[in-house]
């Protein structure tokens, strides 16, 4: 069964600085991997998706992620933190159409 | 392109009620799938709808149920509602084949007191 793993439930960073969220996964097979953010009260919105294509995958908003096979991991970056980039985070993995499952969530919060 | 729409927006009920909330997919998705994101809980999957079958449910007790109607639209029916279904309502939805990206909705919100 495939899975994933956020590590951080809440990271902190100030405004200009790297955003780093942690997200590894398990399967048995190269899966699908995605990124979605959820701003209060509202639904998730996709910010990119891993498909095979290319190892490294840019979203929206200057959020990019790297599919790292060797360490099954898939962790979001973005160089410059925005205020507006406050939210939770969440990663996903699917390779069936019945079968996406998402991590617990990773809050990021921006200080000014 | 409309994206995924859900309804009502705000719900409130008291406990032992009954809930129906709606979703209607992008256009052209047959998929549909239902979650609950309770406080603290992160997002649970209750149900997939694809081609008006019930495909797949999560680990919800049978009075959440619901189903998929000739245009894809879904509605979903929580029965005998207890204090711990206060929760938002996910819908999304989902093109045939791959990409397997889910589109979201913006969430029912329902409190029971």
């Known amino acids: 069964a495939q899975s994933v793993t956020q590590l951080g439930s809440h990271v902190s960073v100030s405004e200009g600085a790297l955003v780093l969220l942690r997200c590894n996964y398990s399967?048995?097979?190269?899966?699908?991997l995605f990124w979605y953010v959820q701003y209060p009260n509202q639904g998730l919105q996709l910010l990119l998706k891993y498909t095979s294509a290319a190892t490294l995958v840019k979203g929206i908003n200057g959020f990019e992620a790297e599919f790292k096979k060797s360490e099954t991991s898939f962790h979001l970056t973005k160089p410059s933190a925005h205020m507006s980039d406050a939210a939770e985070y969440f990663c996903?993995?699917?390779?069936?159409?019945?079968?996406?499952?998402f991590g617990a969530g990773t809050r990021l919060t921006v200080k000014p | 392109e409309a994206g995924v729409t859900q309804s009502p927006t705000h719900l409130i009920k008291t406990r032992g009620q009954q809930a129906t909330l709606r979703c209607s997919p992008i256009s052209g998705h047959t998929s549909v799938y239902w979650y609950q994101q309770a406080l603290g809980l992160g997002l649970q999957f209750l149900l997939w709808y694809d081609e008006g079958e019930e495909r797949n449910r999560g680990n919800f007790p049978p009075r959440f149920s619901g189903r998929q109607f000739p245009n894809y639209s879904s509605e979903l029916n929580v029965n005998a509602l207890e204090l711990e279904d206060s929760a938002l309502y996910l819908c999304?939805?989902?093109?045939?084949?791959?990409?397997?990206?889910?589109?979201f909705g913006p969430g029912t919100r329902l409190t029971v007191t």
């Open positions: 399967s048995s097979v190269p899966p699908y």
């Open positions: 996903a993995v699917s390779r069936e159409a019945n079968d996406m499952r």
């Open positions: 999304a939805s989902r093109g045939r084949g791959i990409p397997l990206e889910q589109y």
